[in-house]
Structures are given as C-alpha cells and as structure tokens.
C-alpha cells in the first residue's frame, strides 16, 4: 500500500491510500469503508443525465470484495457504448461513485433535470440553490426571448418545485439569497430581483402561505420584468444616459410586459400586479399610472423594493454600484417612495443571510 498524491484528470486526490494491481492500475484503499463525505454513489437515474460522449466527473467502481475504490473512467475521455453499459451496470448495482471534489460539475448536470435533483441524497440544499437559481434563471431568460406557452410551461414547473421545498422549510431561503450575493453581474439582476422579491414576500407571511398562492406570487415576481426583453438590447447596453425618447420607451415596458402576459393567458392579479407596479412609488412619482399609497398593491410594492434594491447594487456601466447595506439603508431612509415595512423586511432579511 502506498500514501501519495494522485491525480485523475483535474482531480488531485491527496494522501490517500492506494493500491496497485499487477496491470499498474491504480485504486483507492478502502478499508475501513467508503465515506460519504467524500464519495457518492451515482443512480441510473443521474448517469441519464449525463453527457452521452463524456461524463463530468471520474468514475469509480466499488470492489467490495477487497474493498478498493477501481477508476473506470477519466475526465476527458470520449465515452463508447461499452464503457456507458459497463456504468449503467454498476449504477444499477450501487457500485458507481464519484469523487465530492467533483461536485460542482456533477450538480451542473442536474440543473436541467430539476426533480431528478431533488431526488439525489447527494446533494445538499445549499447545492440546490445554487442549481435551483442556474435553472430558474435559463428557463426565465428562454421565456424572455421567446413567449410561447412551453416556455411558460417549463418555468412554471421548476417555480413548483422551488415553492415545495420553501414551504418545506421557508428558512431555505436565505441559501438563495446568499447565493444571489455570489454574482452581482448585470446578467443575473432579473433573477437576482425575483428572488430578492419571493424572499421578502415569505418573511412577510410566514405562517400564512400555501403552495397555490405561492407558485402564482413566485411566477409573478419572475415575470415582472418581461416588458424589458422588448425593447433594444443596444439601448439598454450603452453607457450614456438615456435620451428622452428613450425614457419614454422605458417607462412603456410595464404595460408591454401586460400584453404579452395577456397572450400568455396569465392574468391573474399575483402576476400581473408586480409587473405593472413595480416602478409606481408611494409619493405617484412613480410610472406608468403614477399611483399613490394603497393604490399600490403588496406584490407591487414588494417587486419595486426588490427591483430598486438589485439595481443599486448591480454592476452598471451608468454608476458604481453600492454595497448591500448601504443600498438597503438607502431604500429605508426614501420613506416617500418606499413602503418601510417591506424595507425593513429587507434589511433584517439581509441581516439574517449574512449569519
């Protein structure tokens, strides 16, 4: 037996055990059983969704009988039929692991097949955030670029499956809006917003949600901003401010994105009221109806606190963005346009991610 580092593909796997048979073909020892922490085994379920010519991760075929973890497959390598037989087989047989150092790439794989996910004891919430908000965030972004109904369809699947598991257990989350925290990129403001919103709306009403109500409230914030996808990619990149022609087309997309919900056939007031008030403000110095105080409803409110918030701490060639506090503080001290229930919501909201 021997103790060094070795390496299977990108993957350094140091001090371990290994053993070497007569061929030279290095496994890892063992003896005392495989830990979980850091091996896993690979369901028939999971291996349908990997890549058909190369798998993600290394593989790894347990010998029980002398208790060596055998590699049967290295990142890189082109997969033939014999080698996805030879993995199917053992996957059937709970034979199969991969290697937690892999984890990231092995979740990747998932973020398509989200209730294959939910099904993999493999996987921790906090890695289910992460692939829940990748997942949410294409399917929104294909709904954007093409409003059908199966777009509509495939987003509203994966909302029901994020909404279970909140209700499972509303504390989940903070994980999402940590991992929203991760990437302040101007590509991820949309979904950075929508689950901002959804979070604030839970720690308003814990206690008093059922899933229904909130897979209609989660499509609604996810949907509030579609009115932007119509106007020029162009316009919205350019650093100059806008021109004024240019702000009156952007005050127009609320009422854009109610005509395309409207083909969509979803205009249920959960849906429609954040995407039509999300930039009306408390003072009516908002748009597109210049509504004032109870005029504006929750999720109206809600979506502006969100939307406002993600802008100010979003990267954004037109200013430097702020820091999550100072941009919450911000919204707290603008009580003429912002509802400060929601805002102090936010702020405590943002106090407990960061525990």
């Not at 990747?108 to 939910?118: G, K, P």
């Not at 409003?147 to 509203?156: I, W």
Request: glycine share 6%; with cysteine; proline share 4%.
């Amino acid at each position: 037996m021997k103790h060094r580092i070795v390496s299977f593909g990108e993957v350094e796997y140091r001090f371990m055990a290994l053993v070497e048979n007569v061929l030279g073909v290095i496994g890892i020892d063992c003896s005392d059983g495989i830990k979980t922490e850091d091996y896993n085994q690979i369901d028939p379920h999971v291996l349908d969704c990997f890549p058909r010519r190369k798998f993600p991760v290394n593989l790894f075929h347990w010998k029980q009988d002398i208790r060596v973890l055998s590699p049967i497959y290295i990142v890189g390598g082109e997969v033939n039929h014999g080698l996805r037989t030879t993995a199917q087989e053992l996957s059937e047989q709970g034979l199969l692991y991969f290697s937690r150092d892999q984890i990231t790439e092995y979740t990747e794989c998932l973020a398509c097949e989200i209730d294959v996910a939910l099904q993999d004891p493999n996987l921790t919430w906090n890695e289910f955030a992460g692939l829940f908000i990748h997942e949410i965030d294409r399917r929104q972004k294909a709904l954007f670029a093409s409003p059908m109904p199966q777009q509509s369809e495939s987003l509203q699947s994966a909302v029901e499956s994020l909404c279970t598991q909140l209700l499972d257990d509303t504390d989940r989350i903070s994980n999402l809006v940590k991992e929203v925290h991760i990437d302040l990129s101007i590509n991820r403001r949309r979904i950075n917003s929508s689950i901002i919103a959804i979070g604030i709306y839970l720690e308003l009403n814990k206690g008093n949600i059922y899933l229904d109500s909130l897979v209609k409230v989660a499509m609604g914030f996810l949907l509030y901003d579609i009115g932007m996808s119509r106007l020029s990619p162009m316009m919205l990149a350019k650093p100059q401010q806008f021109t004024t022609s240019e702000k009156r087309l952007m005050r127009e997309h609320p009422n854009t994105g109610l005509q395309l919900l409207e083909k969509l056939n979803l205009t249920l007031p959960e849906i429609t009221q954040p995407m039509l008030q999300h930039h009306e403000r408390l003072n009516g110095t908002g748009y597109p109806e210049k509504l004032k105080a109870d005029a504006i409803g929750e999720l109206g409110r809600i979506a502006g606190v969100a939307d406002s918030y993600c802008a100010m701490i979003t990267d954004n060639r037109r200013r430097t963005p702020k820091s999550p506090i100072n941009a919450a503080a911000d919204l707290v001290m603008n009580e003429r346009k912002y509802d400060q229930a929601i805002c102090r919501t936010l702020v405590k909201f943002l106090q407990t991610v960061q525990k």
